[in-house]
């Protein structure tokens, strides 16, 4: 795989090219400098955000996160983070879509329990007719069930995310073959989202044949989160031309490397 | 009059207006968007959006999450 072929290894999410196959969150990073720093070490071209109540007489002078990370330079998808139902989550994306000035793109969420932050997958699929009916261009955080992935994509989600691991636990890809099974069905985009930990399990999700990786804690609550950046996107990467160059069957015995004929010994 | 203003009761002068009160806030010109009563008010009706007794304001903008 040459360098150039690489680069035109783009992928598409609602009608826009993308390069990178690594998205990152924005939360949890010691301070906006660092927050700045890891996202321009990942590479990522869409970056997430939240939206909460503006601080009113309080740091109002504190730089505002679209200041530093600006929408002319990075895809903006806000996210519906903490929504529990689908009302919140549906006023959120409106909220956010008027925030970004008509921008289209969400990122869905609705969650189940504090605890798990598993997906409401009832709620998730309600709140997504919704948003698609209303116009917005839906990615959708579900868990990795096969079937209700397709049914995400079926209601019009331009790009399906099922979970790797529990929001921020870093335990990884728990169920490889139900990820591969969502990727063998869809049509539209899979990126995997939540539960990644280390640049091997982002590999891992892109060698199972993912779009991409979605990620935020793995990356912030690294002990040093620019570097493991750098160390998300080269994992991203390495597993994506694993996957393009097609992986050697593996085989429960020895196959010598060195030619068994001319030896002289 | 009183409204609740991101939660907190809050008393402005009767028939404020979205846009009075944004500039009242200091936020004028920030990126912030806002619903009245779980209804979008959008930036370009502030100037004619009167607000009342018991409104419920939100008042919201970006912040890093995942």
Do not use: E
């Given at each position: 795989m040459t360098a150039s072929t690489t680069s035109s290894d783009n992928f598409t999410i609602a009608g826009r090219d993308y390069h990178s196959r690594l998205l990152v969150g924005t939360?949890?990073?010691?301070?906006m400098d660092e927050t700045v720093r890891a996202i321009e070490a990942s590479g990522a071209e869409i970056v997430t955000i939240a939206v909460r109540r503006t601080n009113i007489g309080q740091n109002a002078d504190e730089p505002n996160i679209l200041e530093v990370l600006t929408p002319d330079r990075y895809t903006i998808l806000p996210n519906t983070a903490g929504c529990y139902d689908v009302d919140s989550a549906v006023r959120t994306c409106r909220l956010a879509r008027e925030l970004l000035d008509g921008h289209k793109l969400v990122k869905l969420e609705v969650l189940g329990?504090?605890?798990?932050?598993?997906?409401d997958v009832l709620q998730t699929v309600e709140a997504a007719k919704i948003l698609v009916a209303d116009g917005f261009d839906v990615m959708v955080y579900t868990n990795d069930d096969p079937i209700v992935a397709k049914q995400l994509e079926e209601i019009g989600c331009c790009v399906v995310m099922p979970l790797?691991?529990?929001?921020?636990?870093?335990?990884?890809?728990?169920n490889r073959l139900n990820i591969l099974t969502i990727v063998e069905n869809a049509k539209v985009p899979i990126l995997v989202d939540a539960g990644v930990g280390t640049a091997s399990d982002a590999a891992v999700a892109m060698e199972l044949g993912c779009d991409g990786v979605l990620m935020n804690t793995a990356i912030a609550a690294a002990k040093d989160p620019v570097l493991m950046a750098s160390a998300m996107r080269k994992g991203i990467e390495a597993g994506r031309e694993a996957f393009l160059a097609g992986r050697m069957p593996a085989k429960r015995f020895a196959s010598a490397s060195s030619p068994i004929e001319g030896t002289f010994f | 009059m009183q409204i609740q203003l991101n939660g907190t009761p809050t008393t402005v002068p009767d028939a404020t207006r979205m846009s009075g009160l944004i500039e009242h806030l200091g936020?004028?010109?920030?990126?912030l968007a806002v619903e009245v009563n779980r209804e979008l008010v959008p930036r370009s009706r502030f100037a004619e959006h009167e607000l009342k007794a018991g409104d419920a304001v939100e008042i919201i903008h970006a912040v890093g999450g995942g």
């Open positions: 939360g949890k990073y010691k301070d329990d504090q605890k798990t932050l598993f997906p790797a691991a529990p929001i921020g636990s870093g335990l990884g890809i728990r | 936020l004028t010109d920030r990126r």
